[in-house]
């Protein structure tokens, strides 16, 4: 099974800053990497596919980058609606389908 | 546009059953492998299972193994799973989502399972 390692668990930013988040996998998944965005009593929302595709609808400023077993997600500049909790995920080697423990982007 | 909207969630004692169901529009059911994922409260996301888009190939988490069954009806765009013995760890938020072998691209709003006594 592949371990998905996000870090930092927390990350405490004020709107308008950039935001870098990492998730680190325990052996290569190419580029089949997830990120998802998920706010407080809701569903998680894809934001990047295949590691550095935007989802439809996601703002430019959210981009992914990343092979085998280090990626990034990058926020160039935070918007209030951008506080949430963010998962990477990966379906490179399955099953199981795995996930990463999340991020909390939180307001400084 | 893509809608799934899970039904079945519910406060059921440790050792009994229960069945969610996720009705699937918006796009062509048939076509894609479709996936259970669940968050206990205050946690992650953890896989559960997933189909095939034929139904012909199913997949399950190690921690569900044996105790839950997925499976779709194609005719009636309609995704379930029922669950047995259920533990005090199965309570989580249940999520229907489409894909397993493409990403998941869209989840539903999600169903409530508490198993106490």
């Known amino acids: 099974e592949i371990v998905l390692t996000q870090s930092p668990a927390t990350l405490s930013l004020s709107p308008g800053e950039r935001a870098t988040l990492s998730c680190r996998a325990s052996q290569s998944v190419s580029t089949y990497l997830a990120w998802y965005q998920q706010k407080p009593g809701q569903a998680p929302r894809l934001l990047i596919y295949d590691a550095s595709n935007r989802a439809t609808g996601i703002p430019a400023r959210f981009s992914g980058s990343g092979s085998g077993t280090d990626f990034t997600l990058t926020i160039s500049s935070l918007e209030p609606e951008d506080f949430a909790v963010y998962y990477c995920q990966q379906r490179s080697d399955r099953p199981p389908l795995t996930f990463g423990g999340g991020t909390k982007v939180e307001i400084k | ?117």
């Open chain 2, 1 to 117: 546009e893509v809608h799934l909207l899970e039904s079945g969630g519910a406060l059921v004692q440790p050792g009994g059953s229960l069945r969610l169901s996720c009705a699937a529009s918006g796009f062509t059911f048939s076509n894609y492998a479709m996936s259970w994922v669940r968050q206990a409260p205050g946690k992650g996301l953890e896989w559960v299972s997933a189909v095939s888009a034929s139904g012909g190939r199913t997949y399950y988490a190690d921690s569900v193994k044996g105790r839950f069954t997925i499976s779709r009806d194609n005719s009636k765009n309609t995704l379930w799973l029922p669950m047995n013995s259920l533990r005090a760890e199965d309570t989580a938020v249940y999520y229907c989502a489409k894909g397993y072998d493409s990403t998941i691209d869209s989840w539903g709003q999600g169903t409530l399972v508490t198993v106490s006594s």
